[in-house]
């Protein structure tokens, strides 16, 4: 299987929280809501890799999404901190969007997510 990243390095050396059934529980619901709804998963698949891709590029490539969905996507991932946002000054103007380091560490985990479904075939 494909991995969605080359290879992703920590942001900084952390100690690791040391997390109880309850924390885990609060803090993974807490992650699950920066993800959550039907597009920002395909945005980010899009955008892995530090791929920098314009408002059109990621229009064309998600099938079935509005431009007002698309929009509105790209800024709660932008205010969550996982998206970042260039505005060009050129004419016409040119906006892209590309993942924030700290968007890029989710790739790992996605990549869990993928091999842990894969599991499915298996069973």
Do not use: N
Not at 41 to 58: N, P, Y
Not at 83 to 104: F, I, K
Request: positive net charge; hydrophobic residues 40%; glycine residues 6%.
């Amino acid at each position: 299987m494909p991995s969605t990243h080359q290879k992703v390095s920590p942001l900084t050396p952390t100690i690791r929280k040391v997390h109880t059934p309850l924390s885990a529980a609060i803090d993974t619901e807490g992650c699950f809501s920066l993800l959550s709804g039907r597009w920002k998963l395909l945005i980010l698949f899009h955008l892995f890799d530090g791929k920098v891709l314009r408002f059109s590029d990621l229009e064309r490539r998600i099938t079935g999404i509005s431009q007002k969905m698309l929009a509105q996507q790209l800024r709660r991932l932008e205010a969550d901190g996982i998206v970042q946002r260039t505005v060009h000054s050129e004419l016409p103007a040119r906006v892209d969007y590309r993942m924030t380091a700290w968007g890029q560490e989710l790739c790992p985990a996605l990549d869990g997510l993928l091999r842990w479904s894969d599991l499915k075939d298996q069973c």
